[in-house]
């Protein structure tokens, strides 16, 4: 099933990023929150621009003029602007809170009593602990682990994935999620979570943002605002005794123009929705983030494990070579094999129905009178009845155990031959016909297309790429070359790769990882960034501070790009937030002490006509590029794998140095667009 | 020695300094020079410590802090009390209060500002005692500078070192041995040592008998250039040949100002593990020192306006109004440039003559905050206060958690070094602000208008980046100037050093991060660039409206900035 089509519907249902919904939201939302003092007192830097608007307006209030109003009303516009930044950002994530909300139904249970009986309750009333039943049809009313039986589940409620995935008690795949589907047999489920702390409600609580925690890098720059707000107060404050003793009269509505202009605004305003942003993209890519810290760490990530099968690998292995055992030819086995598989839509039986056709140029033929025999957990083997001749492929064991109870018998090289190809690293499948058994198909990993320029980039980022594998060492060394990862662990244990991550991490090292068993948990909740996948256990999913819905191990990849970006993005937008404030100083100074000393005049490079249409330029440049730059705040600074140095000299250039030029362009212009209107 | 050559001999001199001095000092705080073990071990018995007994940051901080309350005590005691003890020639009496709290504020602040005439004021005694400051704070600022250094090299520790050894260690193997050999320079070339009290000549012809003052003025010399004090003996400084003698003297007291400071960057290098760290932050004090000696050096170099327009336009010596004729315009501007951004505050030529632009470059050069290179220990320190700015911003635009050297540089680390940037643009505005409003403070300055402000606002920056850089036209010694500027040299160096111990508790109780090739490099010249990017963002953001409602318009107004 391809994994990487865009799913049809799910949390990561794609919008716009300007989506007119949300935009109508955001923009009323912008104007709610502003009542919300508390909510606007968390970030500093636009609290002193509310301030400061007040202080603009009571001015205007009290001696009112166009400019004062002007002044006034921009204020007011920053703040919104800010607002309505982060409305847009948390508008997307509720879009997609709500798509799942009206997925969880309020589904009815069949919670068995004690003695075996059933009663039917709201699904609200589950406790954890209670016992449930599912039957075909039915939608699994909370999260909980199979306990009783096999059934296929459709899980795209929550993956988007619309194929359906087989669940069973016992081993890796006994999670079930509340709110999928049952799609066949009947399973009996032990609810593991409590009413609203399903995995659902927790999805809900995370694209909303609801209790969205800061993360450290975002409260160390949160910081370095309120320091660069906290140093331009004097700076200002300052100007007024300074102007009095030059004779001069300073207006309090211009001083706090230049303080708003000063303050590092255009990266206060957009720094939440940054983040929510991040977030966002994440889920987007189905992955959901249980902490905002573990996106953040995924950008620091400096060692990542890959688990070979399904991330370096294709999944799925491949058909490579057919082995007669009992004196049968391979091309006897290359027809059975075929036979067996013509039904078989898994990539695996699709490659032998390839490599038989290649081999020996073996084609679909007409089969006559015919039925499939399908995959089942049960049986662990498939194939095809025609007629009286029974044709099956399947596991080792089981095609063993289903030829002696036909009463054949199993030739004593099977054995070593299926031994061999295990030990090579590849998977053997024994093909019999009837109760002769005729040899083995041995598929082989195939390293994914595209892996190995991936990994380069990885190293260019200063990525350690260690390959996670069962394998013995030697089949590990040949497929880890052939991927180019830079290590390997081979025979790996949990025990052995808790052992590397924690050497990795007393080294300094930050760790990320996938995993999905109940045996990979103790490393998911050591690793510094654990992705569980959605179809591995609750208790991986619980150890990891993030779910692939998609459960897709490469995307591990991803998200270390996407920790980045959101870590560049707010850096870049500081730096330029920053650079601005040489522009707005050469427009407002000249404007405040030219009239006490007109030689001021001189240092109004950009010659704005008049002193007030120079603050109000700066004023509204100092608006409006907060609302320019929403989008590159939401959609994040486009990021290259590269170099750190590469990487650095480009945003350095167009931040900062773009920082200092752009503002005295615009500032220009919106000048000359005040004069034009003869505002001034 | 022409300028071109004052210039390629102290490059010369300073790069040798770098590399041996730097590397001495290293060993010197690593505990692995031992030729004074006999005079160090009875030191350490007496104050009951030993240099195996580190301190936490805290503790570190207490010790300092407590040592320099009672420095600040005795200082004061001593001026207090002169006239009631020895060594008093001229039977100069009691300092007044305000002055002495001022003076010894002054002293342990390592900022040496000077609202007094040294040979009207002050006995014998109570200079070698300021001398004694002179040996004491440096050694303070090194040894705060040495702790950050250890904070940023070490893993997982809870100590920076011990302040009594590192301050015993700093005097005895790096200030006394250097200030010794230099003192006899300033000897050799007649420079006066003597406690035989002041020169009395009759003047026959015009009947009168003068007094010159004399004293233990050489040796003085030498650790009031090498500890980046700047306090002389006489109120003149630099410019008398008491001081200063020779032209030989005056390069040695340009070489002596320069070479702790720079060097240091090479200790932290080696104590980093990396040479090419310490080269770094070097060059970006370098350039900055480079463009500041080019820029008034030049505008020294021009013909003064007032001269050329009484009608003499023609003056290839420059502007020398107010230069002693032995050092000229160009070595004169050197001096000050180095003076001003070592935070020494000596002078060999009168500031306030200065051409405009020539003011402007000592002016600006402290306000950038005293890294290039800054003060005995506190140029380093506050540039890697910088640094730590630099990274964070850097650091992000690389989609990393910012490291330096390996060190994460969070949300405390952001703060605590926010923190010691912000105090003295602060102190300088808030305590201008508070001058220029009330009437002690508006009495202060000869002129009114902008030159008025200038000379408010110069005092005031000179006190908080502990300069102590003087400027004529302020009337600095009232009880209004005296208190205030005692805040303000109490906060330029207190409410830093205090913030730079906590980082490097804090740094050095971290693990430190592997470098690789996704490191944000801070070895290279983007980083160089993006130091000074931060330091001159920093500096010009902070000042640029006062600057240009004094200097400037001043500039602006007639030709003259002071």
Redesign the interface.
Known sequence: MPRDAAPAHGVAEARGLFDGEILRHAASASVGKLVDLRGQAKNPVMFVVLIGTVVTLVEAVAHPGTFTWSITIWLALTVLFANFAEAVAEGRGKAQADTLRNMRTTTEARRLRPDGTEERVPASELAKGDTVVCETGDVIPSDGEIVEGVASVDESAITGESAPVIRESGGDRSAVTGGTRVLSDRIVVTITAEPGHTFIDRMVGLVEGANRQKT??E???T??LA?LT???L??????????????ATVSVVVLVALLVC?IPTTIGALLSAIGIAGMDRLVQRNVLAMSGRAV?AA??V?TLLLDKTGTITLGNRMASRFIGVGGHPEQAVAEAAQLASLADETPEGRSIVVLAKERFDIRERALGEHSFVAFSATTRMSGIDLGARHVRKGAAESVKAWVLEQGGSVPKELDAVVGDVARSGATPLVVADGAVVLGVIELKDVVKQGIREKFAEM??????TVMITGDNPLTAAAIAQEAGVDDFLAEATPERKMELIRTEQA???LVAMTGDGTNDAPALAQADVGVAMNTGTTAAKEAGNMVDLDSNPTKLIDVVEI??????T???L??FS??N??AK?FAI?PA??VAT?P??G??NIMRLHSPQSAVLSAVIFNALVIVALIPLALRGVR?RAA???A???R??FI??LGGIITPFVFIKLIDLILVALHAY | MGFFWTIVTLVVALGIAWRYLGSYMAAVFDGRVRWLGWVERPIYRALGTSPEREQSWKRYAAALLVFSAVSILFTYLMLRLQGSLPLDPQHLGAVPPALAWNTAVSFVTNTNWQNYGGETTLSYLSQMTLVVQQFVSPAVGIAVAIALVRGLTRRDASTVGNFWVDVTRCMLYILLPVAFLAGIVYVGQGGVQTLAGPAHVHDALNGVTQTIARGPIAFMEAIKQLGTNGGGFLNANSATPFENPTALTNWLSIFLLLCIPFSLTYTFGKMAGSRRQGAALLTAMALIFGAWVGFTSYAEHQANPAVAAAGLPHQPTGNMEGKEVRFGDTSSALFGVASTQTSTGSADAAYDSFTPMGGFGLITGMMLGEVSPGGTGSGLYTILLFAIVAVFIGGLMIGRTPEYLGKKIQAHEVKLAGLGILIMPIAVLALTAVAVSVHAGRAGPLNAGPHGFSEILYAFTSQANNNGSAFAGLSGDTAFYNVLGGIAMLLGRFAVIVPVLALAGALGAKNVVPAGLGTFRTDNAMFVGLVIGAIMLVGALTFFPAISLGPIVEQLSHGRFF
Do not use: C, H, W
């Open positions: 450290p890098n409260i160390a720059l910081i370095l320091v906290i140093v331009f004097p700076v200002v404050v300052s100007l007024q005794p300074f102007g009095q003793f030059s004779g000063l953040e950008g620091d400096q190293r260019q980022m200063g990525i350690r080294g300094g090292k920790g980045k970006q959101l870590l560049i707010r850096g870049s500081t730096t920053i650079a404030d040489v100083y100074i405040l002490f000393y030689q001021l001189a240092l990021f170099s750190s140095a990487i650095l000299r945003n350095v931040y900062g």
